[in-house]
């Protein structure tokens, strides 16, 4: 895309320094272009929501929502290599059966603020509790997807009070998750070369590369092939180009096993699983952390990602378990 076009005429051509000065115009449009393209403002689609800040604890958090303030609410927290774009097609199906949805960029992504520091589970818990409150809510629904699962645990342990109910997709309570690792390692060896890679510096200009592959590994095939698919990786490569985007991409993939307080979660809490021994593992741990209902549900395909491949069918099911969530206690 040209903003503007450059020509060099027979009298230009003449003028000492034009070629130089031309040069020089066509480096700074170009400066001006790539700072464009790495401005937050590249994900700031248009939808069925509109697009909103809040402040909270020094730091504003960027949100896309839709539906009634005065309806229940639903907080959609993405994953490490996301942002609130993954849940586009989830937010409205939701608003439409009857609930304030918020999907949520974190600390360091998309269009929220990114402060140097602050990136562990204790802030980002922390965040999201302050989050609620700030949308003028009691409580929330949290739906988190890997790290996003991270925070959503963690803050159902840490802030009980504000977590009516919890959706976990690709991750368990950082405690668990290292617990689960230390056991059964052979099971875990994925999440164990993808920590390590996290702690290698030179990981950094892997992110892009990093970021497709989830989708690729956690997708079915015929998505692959659909424009969704184009659209999804376009996305997080543009979300990823952002300025100071690496370190908090970086620091937020430890989330998984971050540290925070071991305390149980009282919500109820439905884990989306695949059908894997890997995950049937998982399960069984994260069933201990609960201490009210947990109930585990095997996603249909056996991807993780069902946002992404079928939003509407995993709107239903979010739908289905507020219902039960929000129910007068």
Request: charged content about 20%.
């Amino acid at each position: 895309m040209a903003f503007f076009s450059f020509s060099t005429s027979p009298l230009t051509r003449l003028i000492t320094g034009s070629r130089a000065k031309t040069a020089s115009s066509k480096r700074g449009l170009a400066s001006t272009i790539a700072s464009i393209e790495r401005s937050p403002g590249i994900i700031a689609l248009d939808g069925p929501f509109t697009h909103d800040h809040v402040s909270v604890r020094g730091i504003r958090l960027h949100l896309a929502e839709a539906g009634s303030p005065t309806d229940p609410l639903i907080l959609l927290i993405h994953g490490a290599f996301g942002g609130w774009y993954d849940y586009r097609d989830v937010i409205d199906p939701l608003a439409q059966a009857g609930y304030h949805v918020a999907a949520i960029d974190l600390r360091g992504y998309g269009m929220s603020d990114k402060p140097p520091t602050g990136y562990d589970l204790r802030h980002a818990a922390g965040e999201i509790n302050s989050v609620i409150a700030a949308l003028g809510h009691d409580d929330a629904l949290l739906v988190g997807s890997d790290t996003g699962a991270s925070i959503a645990w963690a803050t159902a342990s840490m802030y009980p009070q504000r977590t009516r109910g919890l959706v976990s997709l690709g991750a368990i309570h950082p405690a668990d998750m290292r617990r689960a690792i230390r056991r059964k390692p052979y099971l875990h060896l994925t999440d164990i070369s993808r920590l390590t890679s996290f702690l290698h510096p030179l990981f950094q200009i892997k992110v892009t590369r990093a970021a497709r592959r989830e989708i690729v590994s956690n997708t079915s095939p015929s998505y692959q092939r659909s424009n969704a698919f184009i659209e999804t990786v376009l996305l997080r490569k543009k979300a990823l180009s952002i300025d100071r985007t690496t370190t908090p991409i970086i620091r937020t993939n430890r989330y998984l096993v971050g540290s925070v307080p071991n305390k149980t979660v009282s919500a109820p809490v439905w884990l989306l699983k695949t059908n894997t021994r890997r995950w049937e593992h998982l399960a069984n741990i994260a069933r201990s952390r609960a201490t009210g209902a947990f109930t585990a549900i095997a996603i249909p395909g056996g991807f993780e990602l069902p946002y992404l491949e079928h939003p509407g069918e995993f709107a239903k099911t979010i739908a289905e378990f507020a219902r039960s969530a929000f129910k007068p206690q």
